[in-house]
């Protein structure tokens, strides 16, 4: 049995708790042993971004040292998966031991949706939904762990969702982490021509798999009167897309 440490995010965790139980049940369900490691924090993500090196070092030892026992590191985040992946070995190019221990947990570390389907080979089992959905490819999924098949090929085994292509589907929903609030009005730019193309679908449902992102286009859809509500591609895949979407909770 693998054994999996559960980085649940900082969004799932102040925002949106519903995304790490359903990446908990999925991986349960796909045979895996998980656990959620109580000293994790944040991935250090922002501080990277921002150029604060010292801190972002500081977080990633306290990552490290919380998940390193494991056999796989998973998150329901391709932008948290990137960074503990790609980033964290070159944090540490000065100090050989702690690249070896960053690079050793960087090969352990996956994206949810991809380590259902690549490493599990898991599909999705008694889970139905009548309804329509478009998907948004996520920056940090699609170019730096290049997932693109995998949510796809789990959701086509949902009973009763209709997938819709979205229009420029590989375009930024405008998010970026700190560059929202470092460039809020080419952000809403971005965002507002991202609405306009999940809108054209006439899709139900708004999936994706960043938190991050998802909030970002939830917020300008009901901002401009859609009706179309978003959630974690996991949510979906778990068969919890009968509850409140994001956005929608009291």
């Known amino acids: 049995m693998r054994k999996v440490g559960l980085f649940v995010t900082c969004l799932a965790d ?45 977080i990633a030892r306290r990552v ?10 998973v998150a329901p985040s391709g932008s948290c ?14 100090d050989p031991a702690w690249r070896t221990r ?8 996956c994206e949810i949706v991809s380590f259902l389907a690549d490493v599990c080979s898991y599909s999705p089992r008694d889970v139905a939904l009548a309804a329509s959905a478009t998907y948004h490819d996520t920056c940090s999924g699609l170019r730096e762990l290049k ?8 959701l086509s085994s949902v009973k009763g969702l209709r997938l819709i292509p979205l229009p ?4 930024c929903c405008g998010f970026g982490g700190t560059f929202c609030v470092k460039y809020p009005s080419i952000s809403n730019a971005i965002v507002d021509e991202k609405a306009t193309n999940i809108e054209s679908t006439k899709a139900d449902l708004l999936l994706g798999g960043d938190l991050g992102c998802l909030m970002n286009m939830a917020g300008k859809l009901r901002r401009r009167g859609s009706a ?3 959630f974690h591609v996991a949510e979906i895949l778990a068969g919890m897309g009968d ?6 909770e009291p």
């Open 14 to 58: 102040l925002f949106r708790p519903r995304t790490a139980f359903a990446a908990a049940a999925l991986l349960e369900r796909a045979g895996c042993d998980v656990e959620v490691p109580r000293l994790q924090t944040c991935c250090g993500q922002p501080a990277y971004n921002s150029g604060d090196t010292q801190n972002a070092r500081r």
């Open 228 to 230: 179309i509500r978003a």
């Open 81 to 94: 998966a990137g960074t503990i992946k790609l980033h964290y070995p070159d944090l540490f190019a000065d």
């Open 64 to 73: 490290i040292s919380a998940f390193e026992t494991f056999d796989y590191v």
């Open 102 to 109: 960053a690079e050793n947990l960087a090969a352990r570390t």
């Open 168 to 171: 420029d589907v590989q375009s």
């Open 147 to 154: 997932i693109e098949r995998q949510p796809r090929a789990l």
């Open 243 to 248: 509850g409140p979407a994001i956005g929608e």
